[in-house]
């Protein structure tokens, strides 16, 4: 795979991370999305930037449940998004 191709991949990879952010918050699901982007953007974060924490958390996320071969963990979703904009560690 070319360098072009492998950050096409981590663009395309970084935009649906961030539309599923998206369509959390239009949902209203689950209620920390929302609660995150307000803390985010109260203290001074621009939205994009609150919006790839966000996707951040998703993806750490993602990555457990795909290594531990396990269900999404909605209740530490829902903490890791709450402590932004401090990064879950790696050895969830």
Do not use: C
Request: charged fraction near 25%.
């Amino acid at each position: 795979m070319s360098e072009h191709d492998e950050h096409d991949d981590e663009t395309f990879t970084e935009g649906a991370l961030i539309q599923a952010i998206e369509n959390q918050l239009e949902a209203g699901e689950p209620p920390a999305a929302q609660a995150t982007l307000n803390k985010l953007t109260l203290v001074g974060y621009p939205r994009d930037e609150s919006l790839q924490l966000m996707a951040l958390v998703l993806a750490h996320e993602i990555q457990a449940m795909l290594r531990d071969d396990r269900p999404f963990d909605q209740a530490w979703y829902e903490q890791a998004l709450r402590a932004l904009p401090a990064l879950p560690d790696e050895t969830q």
